[in-house]
Nanobody
Framework: HVQLVESGGGLGQAGGSLRLSCAAS????????RSWFRHAPGKECEFVAA????????YYAEYVKGRFTISRDNAKNTVYLQMNSLKPEDTAVYYC?????????????????WGQGTQVTVSS
């Protein structure tokens, strides 16, 4: 059974930084792609960033490119999302997800396990 647990959310200021973590447990979790999505009130859930199983390949949504960095430590089964230059529009619940394969995608159907989410609120 795979479990994903996010942490690190909270209140940030515009222009500031936050770092999210997603710890995974379960068999073989390090062999799968991982990603971050977010869901803001009144909006649809949207893709944020993804990383391949090895960490050698990453992909970002345009609206976070250059500000957010996804990384992973397979020894710890943990994926991180470093968020810099935060904007109020980054306010959302952030979810991490495990891919159905070693490669990533940008749609939610490419992922089969999800964390419970962590709230990120950015004040102006």
């Amino acid at each position: 059974h795979v479990q994903l647990v996010e942490s690190g959310g909270g209140l940030g200021q515009a222009g500031g930084s936050l770092r999210l973590s997603c710890a995974a447990s379960g068999r073989g979790v390090s062999s799968y792609a991982r990603s971050w999505f977010r869901h803001a009130p009144g909006k649809e859930c949207e893709f944020v960033a993804a990383i391949s199983w090895s960490g050698s390949s990453t992909y970002y949504a345009e609206y976070v490119k250059g500000r957010f960095t996804i990384s992973r430590d397979n020894a710890k089964n943990t994926v991180y999302l470093q968020m810099n230059s935060l904007k109020p529009e980054d306010t959302a619940v952030y979810y991490c997800a495990r891919g159905r394969s070693s490669d990533y995608g940008t749609t939610s159907r490419r992922y089969d396990y999800w964390g419970q989410g962590t709230q990120v609120t950015v004040s102006s």
